[in-house]
Every structure is written in structure tokens, then in C-alpha cells.
């Protein structure tokens, strides 16, 4: 069983939704804003999210990105489901990031098939993310630890708080990405939670001493933020 985050003002067709889906559990969000209040509470308990693009507060897939964004700990297949058929709609919709376009109105057997499908494909992803190898760090999220692959030393783990952990995991999932402070502190603290950026870096700081050994490394990018990348050989050759 799924639970389904559905973006949809109509209270007829949301219980159409809930009929045709009644193996997963729905949610209903009648606005934007209300959606994104939706995920920034529960962001890790939606498993997709049904997005319909005329809502009283603007344009669905207009949101779209920004609401893919805030799912940073798992991926969750976006689906849009419109009277909007034309082409262009379609296209500008998979351009922005959507998973799947459905149009309004569904076939019962179609829209469950297709959304079975996309939670097969999710399901699929999210075992083979829970554990995630960049460089030489295991970071294993269901046990929680961190593992240093050492062609000298074997397997040694590094002890990290949580936060620290959850910096580390969310870093190096996407090596590269630059994330800003604020994202950090939304992500790893949650949403409203009072934390400074200063608290941010010296937790950045203890985490850079304790994966010091390693051949990964999380950069300063001036003005904007930290990211993870490897060592170069004469970086790792001083650490050793």
C-alpha cells in the first residue's frame, strides 16, 4: 500500500481517485500552498504525488520542480492529471519534470496500471538507494552508519551523529549538486526549525575531521553552499 499525495480542488473527482486507487491510501491537497505545507510535514511518507494543473492558486506544473525539490530523501514520481490534452501541454509538463500525464477523463484500469508501474519503478529505485557508495564511504541509511572502505584497513566504520549523517547521505547522493545552507537546515533539521547557518558549517566542520582519511571530500562553494566530490591523488596522499 501507497500513500498517494493528491493535488486536486474537485471533491468529486478526488473520490473518484480514492474509488479507482483503493488499495493505497490518498491525501488530498485542494491548493499549492496546501501542498507543499503537506510535504514539508511528511515530506518521507508520500510515495507519489497525483498533481492536477488548474488549481485555485495557480498552475500545477508551474510548482512542480519546486515540489519535486523538497523530496530530497527518496524519489517520488510526479503524475499530472488534466482536461488539458493538447500536445504542448503534455510536452511542457515532461520538460518540467513530470513522471507520467494523465487525461481527465481516466480510464479506471488505465490510471491504475500506470500508476502500479510507477510505484514498481520507485520501489525498485529506493532499495537500490538505501545504500549509497561514493568514493570510498558506504553510507548504509538502514543501519544508519557510514563505512570506510580502506585498501589498507579494511572496512572501518565512522561514528556520526545524526544530523552529521544525514549531511553526509544527502551530499553525496548527488555528488556535485550544490546545496545552500537554507537547504540543508530544511532538510536535515526540517522545516521551521530555528538553526543558523553558523550551527550548519560547524557541523560540516566536525564531519570534514571525522571522513578526514577518506578520498571524499565536501567543498565550500563560495556564496552558495557545500557539495560533495573526490579528492584529487595528491589531496588523498596528504590525508594518508
Known sequence: ?????CVEDSAEFYIYLTSVLKDHTLIQAESINDAFKMVQNGRDSFDLVLLDISLPDGNGVKALPMLKDSFTSKQVPFVVISSD???LSKVAAFGIGADDYISKPPNSSELRARIEARLRAVNAYQQNIQQVQFGDLMIDSNRMCVEWRSSQKGAVQIELTPFEFKIL???CSRPGQVYSREQLIDQVWGVGKFVTERTVDAHVSHLRKKIADSNVKIETVLGAGYKASIKE????QGNS
Not at 1 to 5: E, S, Y
Not at 233 to 236: E, G
Open 1 to 5: 500500500m501507497a500513500k498517494i499525495l
Open 85 to 87: 490534452d493538447d500536445i
Open 169 to 171: 547521505r544527502m551530499v
Open 233 to 236: 591523488s595528491s589531496d588523498a
